[in-house]
Nanobody, 112 residues
Framework: VQLVESGGGLVQPGGSLKLSCTTSDSNLSFYTMAWYRQVPEARREEVAIISSRNHTNYADSVKGRFTISRDNAKNTISLQMNSLEFEDTAVYYC???????WGQGTQVTVSS
């Protein structure tokens, strides 16, 4: 079962991006899903998580700016990122927390 991220790119500080993670797994509604990010020479950091019951939690660094959501009918998890900062630059990964599966990652670069 694949997880495929999309939506990354280059954005100016203060801008917005929406990442999507699409899976071929039709059981998405049963899973806890998360977004992580990683910068070179650092550990992968959990950014946002959404349970099968749509309970969400966020890293302190993104609270109030990022929103995780799911569309089970489209087998998609999204991460709406607003008010982006230089420090948000990273490769963003989607993870199925229950199965341990990871996507390939999508680069987000915040630069003026």
């Amino acid at each position: 079962v694949q997880l495929v991220e999309s939506g990354g790119g280059l954005v100016q500080p203060g801008g917005s991006l929406k990442l999507s993670c699409t899976t071929s797994d039709s059981n998405l509604s049963f899973y806890t899903m998360a977004w992580y990010r990683q910068v070179p020479e650092a550990r992968r950091e959990e950014v946002a998580i959404i349970s099968s019951r749509n309970h969400t939690n966020y890293a302190d660094s993104v609270k109030g700016r990022f929103t995780i959501s799911r569309d089970n009918a489209k087998n998609t998890i999204s991460l709406q990122m607003n008010s982006l900062e230089f420090e948000d630059t990273a490769v963003y990964y989607c993870k199925n927390v229950d199965t341990g599966a990871w996507g390939q990652g999508t680069q987000v670069t915040v630069s003026s």
